[in-house]
Each structure stands twice: as C-alpha cells, then as structure tokens.
C-alpha cells in the first residue's frame, strides 16, 4: 500500500538558518511526489513536484529537493530560511497508474525563530 | 482566475443535524477530491471524482458521509446525522487529470456541539 511518512513533527530553525524538511514514501513504483505548504487558515499550495527526469526539482519560494530512489525519500531543502516561510509542510505521493489518488504525509510544522 | 470556492468557512452544528459543505472547482479542472483534516489524523482522503463521476470513495467513513458531483462545476459533501466526531476542516481540491497539481479551497471549518 502506498503511504508517506513525515517522520518530524515540529521544526524550529532560526531565520537565515538552512532548512531541511524530511519524507519517505513507500510505493511499488516510481511515485509522483509533492510538497505542499499549508499556511494558518488556508489550503495547501504546490511548492514542487517530481514525476521523472532530474532528481534534483526546483520549486517556488527558494525551495527544492532530490528524490533518491535508493532510500525511498523526497526531503525538502531550503538553503536560507525566512520568518515567512513557517508553516505547516505536507509531503505527499501521487499514483502514476491513471486514477490520480493523492496520499498525503502528517505534516511537519516549521518554527522559524528571528 | 478564481481558485476553488468553498462554502461555508465555518459551520457550528448541533449532534444530529444535516450538514451540506459545497464546492465549485476552477473551470477546466476534471477530477475533484474532497480532503478531511483533523489534528488527530491528518490529512484524509474521502472521495475524489473524475469528469464528474466518483471514482475511489473508500476513505469516506461511513454510510451518514455522501458526497455527488452533478456537473463539472458543482460539488457537495453531506453529512446526516452529523457527530462531535465529524468536528474537522474539509477540503475540496481540483485538478487537470494527470497535471499531478491540486488547487486546494480554504476549506470549511465544521464544528458540530
């Protein structure tokens, strides 16, 4: 069964500071993956995704991260962290067999410190 | 462009009431997923529909939950009898089938006494 896994719950880094937000998946093939940030009282964004190619994605806001097929993850990086960027982060992973089913991580809430 | 339209926000109910949350997709979009959130458990998927026909209902929790999508813009999610239980923020995404892009609403706060 496909399912994520967003093993932090809660981040705290201080602004300026370098970022990484971590995600495992299992799944029988190669997935779709996401991230979505979800800020207080909204619904969730896209940041990136990746379906094949360069494992290394860019996305908005200054983020990116890199699938490794080899450990079954899709962390999220930022290299310079702003007060903005906290929130709720949601990992998620999506079927590449046509229905289009989405399954999403627990979340991780970043804390960012000025 | 109109993102995906959500109504009510907020809805404060008591036990054993009917409960109707609505959903207008962005134009174009052909499958629609309606999204439970609770502190408890996350992000669950319900149901989701493409080109208006329901296509996986498996996570949605029982028989009081129905959710119909009677044409490509229009979406709604019921509840009846509602529970404390069902106290969550719903949310109703759209997509272009395969984009592998939800566009998610604000979502409706459900609050039932």
């Known amino acids: 069964a496909q399912s994520v896994t967003q093993p932090d719950i809660h981040i705290t880094v201080s602004e300026g500071a370098s970022l990484e937000l971590r995600c495992n998946y299992s799944?029988?093939?190669?997935?779709?993956l996401f991230w979505y940030v979800q800020s207080p009282g909204q619904g969730l964004q896209l940041l990136l995704k990746?379906?094949?190619?360069?494992?290394l994605v860019q996305g908005i806001k200054g983020f990116e991260a890199e699938f490794k097929r080899s450990q079954s993850s899709f962390n999220l990086r930022k290299p310079s962290v702003h007060w903005s960027d906290a929130a709720e982060y949601f990992c998620a992973v999506g079927s590449t067999s046509g229905t289009y089913k989405y399954i999403f991580g627990t979340g991780t809430r970043l804390k960012v410190l000025a | 462009d109109a993102g995906v339209i959500q109504s009510p926000r907020h809805e404060v109910t008591e036990m054993g009431q009917e409960v109707t949350l609505r959903c207008k997709p962005i134009?174009?979009?052909?499958?629609l997923f309606w999204y439970r959130q609770t502190m408890m458990r996350g992000l669950e998927l319900l149901i989701y529909?493409?080109?208006?026909?329901?296509?996986?209902d498996s996570g949605m929790p029982e028989d009081r939950f129905s959710a119909k999508m009677p044409n490509a813009s229009f979406s709604t999610l019921k509840i009846q009898p509602s529970e404390p239980r069902d106290s969550a923020v719903y949310f109703c995404a759209s997509s272009v089938a395969g984009t592998g892009e939800l566009f998610f609403g604000e979502g409706s706060r459900l609050t039932v006494l």
């Open positions: 529909f493409n080109n208006n026909v329901p296509i996986d």
């Open positions: 990746y379906f094949s190619g360069d494992t």
């Open positions: 134009s174009g979009h052909n499958s």
């Open positions: 799944y029988g093939a190669t997935p779709y």
